[in-house]
């Protein structure tokens, strides 16, 4: 079993930044891939972005390309996604993810979930 903590979040105005991290409780993290979901009201979850076990192969979500950098800390087992150039569109409740197959960006191909942290982009 693998415990993620999502932490970061918070209310920013438009064009401002937030970095967001996600702690993994294993001794095993360099087994995981790991992803950033986000779920806004009355949508589902949409992937955002994903890093390898290495993290030298990530993908992103055609909306964040360009703005956002997905990276990982192997010896602190934790995952970051910095977030720049925000939008009001970015508001949503983001989820950390750790799963085994490689550019999964399908909620259901991740195994384990955060509780999710909130992030709010005012115009």
């Known amino acids: 079993q693998v415990q993620l903590v999502e932490s970061g979040g918070g209310s920013v105005q438009a064009g401002g930044s937030l970095r967001l991290s996600c702690v993994a409780s294993?001794?095993?993290?360099?087994?995981?891939?790991l992803g950033w979901f986000r779920q806004a009201p009355g949508k589902e979850r949409e992937f955002v972005s994903g890093?390898?076990?290495?993290?030298?192969?990530?993908d992103y979500a055609d909306s964040v390309k360009g703005r956002f950098t997905i990276a990982r800390d192997n010896a602190k087992s934790t995952v970051y996604l910095q977030m720049n150039s925000l939008k009001p569109e970015d508001t949503a409740v983001y989820y950390c993810?750790?799963?085994?197959?490689?550019?999964?960006?399908?909620?259901?191909?991740?195994?384990?979930w955060g509780q999710g942290t909130q992030v709010t982009v005012s115009s």
């Open positions: 993810a750790a799963g085994t197959r490689l550019s999964a960006i399908v909620p259901r191909q991740y195994d384990y």
């Open positions: 294993t001794r095993f993290f360099n087994n995981y891939v």
């Open positions: 890093i390898s076990w290495s993290g030298s192969s990530t």
